[in-house]
């Protein structure tokens, strides 16, 4: 299933009315323009777009006489903006996972983080075979800018192919996250999955293949925890 995605991020003039709501709190068009320098014409229009894109919220404010006034605030979203530091925090996370030194222990946290993942997701998927739910889960991955796609192989088993790797940074340290994504899209699909093909060995993408056990299976790599 593919949804549209929305786009959120300003334009760089915007950011400048952003950081004033940020410092100040709530201001009217005037206050904006004086602090900017800029026409209120030039105000009302950043604040249209910042308010269609959810970032800016528009509240009136009481006056004795005259023409009712707004006050302009951030909104819940735009109070989120420029506070995303997720990719440092996930690669001392997972530094800190790799320090593990109980491979049981490592693996059994590897496993609940992809169970964790997939429940991010698990209610937007759709489908009732593998197949379905893996095309489900792709289109959702396309959505945050994941290259990848879902094919039939030998007629039977559907096959995630990811163009792109999605934590880069942190399957160069340690292979578990390969592990982790592994057990992500196995209870996506509610079937059994396994990694074919990893960019780790040389290759130019991953390969995930629904409906085999991995046990069995000769000339086909299963990405483990630790390398």
């Not at 506070?83 to 049981?104: C, M, Q, S, T």
């Not at 995630?160 to 934590?167: E, K, Q």
């Not at 093909?197 to 293949?209: K, M, P, T, V, Y």
Request: net charge neutral; glycine share 10%; with cysteine.
């Amino acid at each position: 299933m593919s949804q549209t995605k929305t786009k959120t991020e300003p334009r760089a003039t915007d950011t400048e009315v952003i950081d004033l709501l940020r410092v100040r709190s709530a201001l009217g068009v005037g206050e904006l323009a004086d602090a900017l320098g800029v026409t209120a014409t030039a105000v009302r229009q950043r604040l249209d777009r910042l308010m269609k894109a959810g970032i800016v919220e528009r509240s009136p404010v009481s006056q004795p006489r005259g023409r009712p006034s707004h006050a302009y605030a951030l909104s819940e979203q735009g109070r989120k903006l420029g506070g995303d530091n997720f990719h440092d925090l996930a690669l001392v996370l997972w530094r800190e996972i790799r320090g593990v030194r109980d491979p049981a222990v490592r693996s059994g946290l590897i496993g609940r983080i992809g169970s964790a993942l997939a429940e991010t997701y698990r209610q937007r998927v759709q489908g009732t075979s593998p197949a379905e739910r893996l095309e489900s889960v792709a289109g959702l991955f396309r959505d945050r800018d994941i290259c990848c796609s879902v094919e039939i192989e030998g007629g039977t088993l559907p096959v995630l192919t990811s163009h792109c790797c999605p934590y880069p940074d942190l399957a160069e340290q340690d292979r578990g996250i390969c592990a982790a994504e592994r057990v992500m899209l196995q209870e996506l699909a509610g079937t059994n999955v396994r990694l074919s093909d990893c960019r780790l060995d040389g290759g130019s993408i991953c390969r995930f293949i629904a409906g085999e056990r991995p046990s069995g299976d000769r000339g086909v790599r299963t990405c483990t925890t630790d390398g």
